[in-house]
């Protein structure tokens, strides 16, 4: 079993920040890629930002130079510093892990549960 943990979610203004971040546990015998998504309502999920287990990221273009993606690996944990949000940035959040399991020959993605963040004034 895995679980993903997300948190760090909230109602802010226009132009203020959050920082919400996601723990993976369970028998997890390495992680590859780690990453977030987000659903706003009546749209399909989009990719937010990605990081490799080597630290290589990528990013919508709706959010470069706003967030920024990390991960801890000795914490199986990873991180979204989201700056300046914007209306546009409402939605739901979801974090998002490729990992191999112990006695697996495979690796699969697994998601978290979500978390609200909601940017109005």
């Known amino acids: 079993q895995v679980q993903l943990v997300e948190s760090g979610g909230g109602l802010v203004q226009p132009g203020e920040s959050l920082r919400l971040s996601c723990a993976a546990s369970g028998r997890i015998f390495s992680i590859n890629s780690m990453g977030w998504y ?8 989009e990719l937010v930002a990605t990081i490799t287990s ?10 470069k130079g706003r967030f920024t993606i990390s991960r801890d690996n ?4 990873v991180y979204l510093q989201m700056n300046n949000l914007k209306p546009d940035d409402t939605a739901v959040y979801y974090c998002n892990a490729n990992l191999r399991l ?7 993605d697994y998601w978290g549960q979500g978390t ?3 940017v109005s004034s």
């Not at 987000?38 to 399909?44: D, T």
């Not at 112990?102 to 699969?108: A, I, Q």
């Open 38 to 45: 987000r659903q706003a309502p009546g749209k399909e999920r």
């Open 54 to 63: 080597g630290g290589i990221t990528n990013y919508v273009d709706s959010v």
């Open 74 to 77: 000795a914490k199986n944990t």
């Open 102 to 108: 112990y006695l697996r020959l495979t690796s699969d």
């Open 116 to 118: 609200q963040v909601t």
